[in-house]
């Protein structure tokens, strides 16, 4: 599409504002600065963007010379899902532990810890918590990044997890609305129907995003999937009933809307980006979230011209877009103020937001030889309370062989991050080995050869086999199973959903696969409990 204006006007900026765009680098490329200058009110931050907590402080203090309103946003749902700690896991946990845990003050203490990194880092606006309930045990997207599959347990952390954020100055961000828990299709390769009645709906679910709402939630993620009972036609991003009629008019949510990705294959493959950016704000979005995928100046560009030329058309009330622009700035002043709130000699508590108080860690767990319960970090702290222990065997003292049973990542999570107990178990019991086994080439004719292979490369060493999700791979499952029928005293480390039934001389249930997951259980492995 060729660029229709050559100039800031009002009408310009305001399909600027409602951008959320991602660019590449660890410093802002120039056509970034310029646009903050005509309009654009908030840029997104990937694992791409980042390096080290000083290179992003750095990074923002730059955008935000250029504007000083700017929301920079994250996807930092912590667990496996980090963009903070791509290149080393996160500190913190994910939702599925928490959920295990299921103390509400643990959960408030972990997102506030988490959004005082994100706002010390200057960053104010967090795509997070997601508050879909894991209704489909075989969900390929969701899975450990939901509280649970109980909606009044997800709701309540929901609303906990909101309430943590946004104290640290962070906007929260619940998602995917109304609800990606009940999807066996990822929405970042095609468009998830979800066929169940009003009624399930309402009971299951949107019962975690009314408590996001009444907790004070400033942002909503809209989810790329169709629900027939509430629109037959169109995806909740693009549908006016779903987050006009729903969100706005039933649930009472005043704040912001931001949309998934829009450069998912949900929608770009059956509307395509522009087209898909004009309807989301038609349909009553505020931002576009663009950037996990392209993250060029054309793009950008592209979807500005598109929201203008829908103006022009027809098809997109100029009052839509500048109301949609409106609540992105209404949000990036709340971030103002409490970013002033925050500073030395201000009267709320530091990192506080006006109107919240500060949160107690409750709760404890045995103190391990690396450090007391009272001196941990809270991020270890609720990881080792989340772990859970099955079987018979005793702990190790001597070097195991780990195996690492690697499924294909999702695009939400990525392939960036590592994962596992290797790195700690080998600070724990020197001389730790590991090797990494995945499905490619694997059918049931070749267990037998995977089975030889981890059992030849851990020689006579006791194995420690680390699976995730278990029950969705049958290859890694029939691995397994050979390989504790080989090797009775193999011990089995799940990292993913805990549904399959426990296997191994000891069973130990992460409930995630973050990088304090992977510390809680080298501790009990290694007996340090």
Not at 173 to 182: L, S, T
Request: net charge negative; glycine share 10%; charged share 20%.
């Amino acid at each position: 599409m060729t660029t229709l204006l050559t100039g800031p006007d009002t009408l310009t900026r305001d399909a600027l504002a409602v951008l959320q765009p991602g660019f590449a680098g660890a410093t802002a490329p120039d056509w970034v600065l310029r646009r903050i200058g005509e309009g654009l009110s908030s840029v997104a931050l990937f694992g791409r963007n980042i390096r080290t907590p000083e290179q992003i402080s750095a990074l923002t203090a730059q955008l935000r010379a250029e504007r000083d309103d700017l929301l920079v946003a994250i996807d930092e749902e912590g667990g496996d899902v980090t963009r903070l700690e791509v290149r080393h896991g996160s500190s913190f946990p994910g939702n599925y532990a928490l959920g295990t845990v299921d103390d509400l003050d643990l959960t408030r203490a972990v997102a506030r810890e988490l959004g005082g990194r994100l706002a010390a880092c200057g960053v104010n606006f967090n795509w997070a918590p997601s508050a879909d309930v894991n209704s489909n045990r075989n969900n390929p997207v969701i899975g450990v990044r939901s509280f649970g599959a109980d909606p009044d347990l997800v709701a309540r952390h929901t609303a906990a997890y909101v309430d943590g954020l946004q104290s640290a100055g962070v906007a929260a961000c619940a998602k995917h609305f109304p609800g990606h828990g009940d999807t066996a299709v990822d929405s970042h390769h095609a468009m998830p129907r979800i066929d169940v009645d009003l009624d399930t709906l309402h009971a299951r679910d949107l019962l975690p995003f009314r408590a996001a709402v009444a907790a004070g939630s400033k942002a909503v993620m809209s989810a790329h999937i169709l629900l027939p009972a509430l629109d037959p036609n169109r995806p909740a991003t693009l549908s006016p009933q779903i987050l006009l009629g729903l969100l706005r008019e039933e649930l009472g949510f005043d704040g912001l809307i931001v949309t998934d990705g829009m450069d998912m294959e949900a929608i770009v493959a059956t509307y395509g980006i522009e087209r898909g950016t004009a309807l989301a704000i038609a349909a009553g979005a505020d931002a576009i979230c663009v950037g996990g995928g392209p993250s060029d100046e054309g793009t950008v560009l592209r979807l500005r011209d598109a929201l203008v030329a829908a103006v022009r058309d027809g098809e997109l009330p100029e009052e839509r877009l500048a109301d949609a622009a409106a609540r992105v700035r209404a949000l990036a002043d709340w971030t103002v103020r409490v970013r002033g709130a925050a500073e030395p000699g201000a009267d709320s508590q530091e990192g506080t937001a006006p109107g919240t108080t500060s949160v107690t860690l409750s709760g404890s767990v045995s103190a391990p030889a690396t450090g007391t319960a009272a001196d941990a970090p809270v991020g270890l702290v609720a990881a080792r309370r989340a772990v859970r222990v099955t079987g018979t065997g005793k702990p190790l003292d001597e070097a195991p062989y780990v195996a690492a049973f690697t499924p294909m990542a999702n695009i939400a999570v990525g392939d960036e991050t590592p994962w596992g107990v290797a790195p700690e178990l080998e600070r724990l019991l020197p001389g730790t080995e590991t090797g990494s086994y995945n499905s490619a080439g694997i059918d049931g004719t070749d267990t037998a050869a995977l089975t030889g292979k981890v059992l030849a490369a851990a020689g006579d060493r006791v194995i420690v086999a680390v699976v995730r999700d278990l029950h969705r791979h049958a290859w890694m499952a029939d691995a397994l199973d050979a390989l504790l029928a080989a090797r009775p005293t193999t011990v089995v480390v799940e990292m993913g959903v805990n549904e399959a039934e426990p296997r191994g001389a000891l069973h130990i249930a992460t409930h995630g696969a973050a990088r304090v997951c992977g510390t809680a259980a080298a501790e009990v492995i290694a007996g340090r409990v």
